[in-house]
T-cell receptor, first 113, second 115 residues
Framework: GDSVTQMEGPVTLSEEAFLTINCTYT??????LFWYVQYPGEGLQLLLK?????DKGSNKGFEATYRKETTSFHLEKGSVQVSDSAVYFC????????????FGKGTRLHILP | DTAVSQTPKYLVTQMGNDKSIKCEQN?????MYWYKQDSKKFLKIMFS???????INETVPNRFSPKSPDKAHLNLHINSLELGDSAVYFC??????????????FGEGSWLTVV
């Protein structure tokens, strides 16, 4: 079945460091891919998305490129800030299935000042 | 203006009680969801409604019963609460089915603690 695998956390970085959170997926069809972010005590917010191969989603300095050949959607940011500390979820929705958005297990990110 | 709002935000209750969590969205969406997030942050869908019609009903105990009086509301009623029901419950909505790549919007969560 469909699944999303993302790197285990927590990830701890210093401010202004480069960030990569890996995400790979398996799907029967051609899924749409998402990154959601959950700040402490809040719900999930869409960070970015890509709906077809080679699309790049970007928002707030974060980027992720839909790589069909490697079934990946890695999240990157060139210079992280303390305010980026949160839990990040990679997710997919598969048009070949019903309305289940499949989430990865989340990666907790700590940014040190 | 809260897009997806759910109440209560915090709920502490005893085992065996019956409780409800209400959810409303003002985005004009036609599809609504309930997700459960456990202590390890793992998110799992419970139910999905499209235009008040049940679309997804995961392997959730019968003690959980969703009710959608209209497209803007999806309430979750839980009977005979158990310790294992303690979690954060998220309501969400989307315009159209998520299998078409539509974005899902989440509420802020309801923290349920069963003691």
């Amino acid at each position: 079945g469909d699944s999303v695998t993302q790197m285990e956390g927590p990830v701890t970085l210093s401010e202004e460091a480069f960030l990569t959170i890996n995400c790979t997926y398996t799907a029967t069809g051609y899924p749409s891919l998402f990154w959601y972010v959950q700040y402490p005590g809040e719900g999930l917010q869409l960070l970015l998305k890509a709906t077809k191969a080679d699309d790049k989603g970007s928002n707030k300095g974060f980027e992720a490129t839909y790589r069909k050949e490697t079934t990946s959607f890695h999240l990157e940011k060139g210079s992280v800030q303390v305010s980026d500390s949160a839990v990040y979820f990679c997710a997919l929705s598969d048009p070949g299935r019903d309305d289940k958005i499949i989430f990865g297990k989340g990666t907790r990110l700590h940014i040190l000042p | 203006d809260t897009a997806v709002s759910q109440t209560p935000k915090y709920l502490v209750t005893q085992m065996g009680n019956d409780k409800s969590i209400k959810c409303e969205q003002n985005l004009g969406h036609d599809t609504m969801y309930w997700y459960k997030q456990d202590s390890k942050k793992f998110l799992k869908i419970m139910f999905s409604y499209n235009n008040k019609e049940l679309i997804i009903n995961e392997t959730v105990p019968n003690r959980f019963s969703p009710k959608s009086p209209d497209k803007a509301h999806l309430n979750l009623h839980i009977n005979s609460l158990e310790l294992g029901d303690s979690a954060v419950y998220f309501c969400a909505s989307s315009l159209g089915r998520t299998r078409s790549g539509n974005t899902i919007y989440f509420g802020e969560g309801s923290w349920l603690t069963v003691v």
